[in-house]
Each structure stands twice: as C-alpha cells, then as structure tokens.
C-alpha cells in the first residue's frame, strides 16, 4: 500500500516530470529541407560536401521511398500529411475533381486553382490533417519556406497554419512580403538554375526561423536540382553545379546554428521528394486514348471512363504498348493486391485509391536500367528531357539523412522508411503523437532513446499477369514491409510473344 503521506511528494514529482519532458519538447527546433529531385547519386565528397560528412556523421536511410505517382504535388501531400494518396485525396500533379469542375482538370501547381476547388470542397482539399493544424492545436507554430511553384508550397501548409507560408510567388499571410523585402531587399526573378531564389528564402528562413518564439517546426522546399535537370538531364554539368550550390546553402544554415549556440536543440532533416530520370518519351495518354475512339478526362496518369464498360478494352489495349509500365484498378475483391481487370494491381497496393477520387484505371511508363550520356542509370517512357512520375526505383529512392541532438551518430538504417514518415518521427522529437489515421511511422530505429535495434521487416513481390493472340503481360511489384506499415518499392513489366 502506498504511503498517504508520500502522494503529494509523488504527485508533485509526477508534475514536474511531465512538465520537464513537455519544456524539453518544446525547446527544440526542426528544419527539414527537401531539395526537389535529388538522387542519392548526387551526394559526393567532392561535389557535396556537407552532405557527404552530414550522411557519414548523422543518420542516413538506406533503403528510403516516396510515394507513388512519384511527382511533387502528391509527394508534398504525402509529406505534409504522413499519409498516402488513398487518404490526403491528392492524386497526382493535375487531378479530376467532378464536383468541382466536370469540364477540366485542376493543375496542383497553382494555388489558386487549389483555393478555388477547396472553397467548393468545403475545405476538404486534402482530406486528412497536415502538419501546421496538428502543431498549432499541440500550441507549436509551423512555417513553408519554398521556391517550388505556388501550388506545392501551398500543399505544405493549405490551411495556413501556424506561421504561414513564404514564397517568392505567394506570401501567407501577405504581411510577410512587406517584412521580408524590407529587410532583404526585392525578390528575384525566376531563373535556370533558380539560385538567386534560393539564397533569398534561405536569408528569408534564417530572418524569422532563429528568433527565440519563432517556428519550432520549419518546412524549407528549394525547386532544385529539379528545375534544372529537367532543362539540362539527370548529371548534366548545369544539375551537379546547382547541387553544389545547394550543398553550400544547406552548410551556412548549420553553420549559423553553430554560431548562435543551437547545436544541442537543432535538428536538421534533408531529403527530396522523389529521385530523377533520363526520358524516352512516348504518344500521350490523351492522343492513345483518341485513336482508339475512347472518351475520358486524363489527369496525369489517371483515366476516367466515360463507360466503365470499356475498362477492359482500354487496359488490354495498353498492356500490348511497350510504353506502358504498370496499371492499376480498383482491387478485385477488398483487399486483394490483384486489380478488378486482368494483369492489373490493385489501388490498395500502391495506397493511391481514395475513397471518392479514385480513377477508372492508373498508367505509369516503362522503365529500363539504361545509362545515360552522363553516367547515371536510369531511363522512362515519359515526356521531356527528364524527369520523374513513374515507379522506377531511381524516381522511387530519394535520400534521406538526419542530425540533431535526438538522432544517432554514424547510423546507416537499414529498415525501410518513407516520406510519410517523415512526420510522425518529427511530432515525435516534439512530444507531440501522431493521429490514428496517419500511414506514416515513428521511425524510432533513428532516435537515439531506441537502443540499437531495428524493427522486423521484411520483402514481398506479388505478379500479376495476362494473356493476348500477341503474347503475355507481366507485372511484378516490390512491397517493403516494417511491422503493419508498407511502400510500394517499384513495380516492372515485361512482354512475351506466344511461341
């Protein structure tokens, strides 16, 4: 039996040992920087030097995943959310709405378009919580920082949250434009490389970011080396130079940590959003579609019927174009990897089937291990030089590395991780828990209070496969596994001529 006279002295401990853990929590400061369409590839000792020791000093995720379609608008939901597509609702880089327009689809890149169709949705735009509403109601602020297009800065703080959002094309609260151009001078203009850009929200974020009751938590998104590597190639000259641009803009950051005395409550989180490759180029979805006399609205890689009728029709069409790479379909049964049509995945495989936005049928490119002029692998059937969207793992790998007075030292992680993750693990280093619904995990492994061990994970590849008077169809797709938490790996085709 516990002593009456002891309550009050165990009460009061308990107190201060809440109230201890809770100042601890809310004394440390967060950055992550996601610099859009870094390959692991890119970070050298010669060209990326901070990067290169930060990944030898710090953690570094080995085996990490964006989600899928790997383009910047659904992965910047991903982020914001620690949640896949089936539940934030953002489905790619353009989407179908038909409660909100019948006649077009929205381009995710321009806020406004987003403003728009969240006023007609009641909101609703991403369908599940983001990181500035769960860090406000926990009493933290959150602040953007991004020279990505309006619509993917808008994406990382839609309700506008906490501390709102900086970027050189839209300012949240509009104050913030008058604040930050007195004291930094005028905003400049966009560019190949975007430098000049950077550098300014970088001054920008070290303007607000360092003031005692400023953000605790900070989002800084830079549009490079995506910008220009879609212009010049994935290891062209013009994308390694403007990595080792950033590589110097990521250094004066912790320096500037360093000198004011923040290295014991300062934790840095780099990574992108998706990897990037060489192009092939292939018809369009679209001119297919027309060709064959089939009538639906393409959103990206999203194919909407106008007669489900013909679902089968379309999909064993495509499955006989060397262009195509994997497909998708509602599951054949509820919770079935197998699509409703032969030789398809389902949705829930890939955690991209929203309850009410899902598409008849999801294409994505071949892939190919080929190597470019440059001496990267890593080609697709998309459009342009180069670039990102499929299920490739070069687009499907980006990097993600960490240092800060909670995380390992010297910490290669095996397990795989996510870019839902991302957020759990940083409500974690706040004292904050994540909400039910959030797919993302806590990746404890990293955090230095776990000890050594990692979690139990493990590999599962599922093949699906269909026959035609030309050949056979085969589609295989990699599941990495940890505890009840999956990702979607990378998917691959092939095509067999009946003998």
Known sequence: MTNPILLPILGLFLLVSCNSNKEEALRYK?????????????????????????????VYNEDHHATFPSVTRVNSSSYATG??????????????LAEVSTEKVINTGNAQELMEAGEKLSGGLLTTSSFGEILEEAGLKYMVFSTGTTGQS????????????????LFMPED???????????????ETPNEERHKWVVEAFKALAFEEHGPDVCTMWLSDPDGTAHTYGVGAPETLSVMQFLDGQVRDIWEHVDSIGWQDRFHLIITADHGFVT???NPGLENWLKEKGIEAKVAGGAIYLEDEKQKEEVVAGLQGEPWVGALFTTGKENGSWAGSVQGTLS?????????????????????????NEFGFKGYSNNNGVAGHGSSSPYEMHPPLMAIGPLFKEKFPNKAPTAIVDILPTVLKLHGIAPAKEKEGRIMSEILKDNGGDLPDYHVDTIFVESTHSWGTYSLGVVIKNVGNHFYMDHTFTSRGLIP
């Open 176 to 190: 913030l434009k008058v604040e930050l151009t007195e004291k930094l001078g005028t905003i400049p203009e966009k």
């Open 30 to 58: 967060t950055l992550i920087v996601v610099l859009d369409g870094m390959r692991p590839d890119y970070i050298s000792e010669e060209n990326t030097p901070f990067l290169y020791k930060m990944k030898q000093d710090g």
């Open 347 to 371: 949705f829930e495989a890939i955690q991209w089937g929203h309850r009410e936005r899902k598409s008849s049928i999801l294409v994505d490119m071949n892939w190919s291990d080929e190597t």
């Open 83 to 96: 949640a896949f597509p089936q539940t934030h609702g953002l489905l790619g880089n353009s989407i179908y």
């Open 279 to 281: 192009h092939e180029g």
């Open 154 to 169: 808008f994406l990382l703080n839609h309700l506008t949250k906490g501390g709102g959002l900086v970027n050189p094309d």
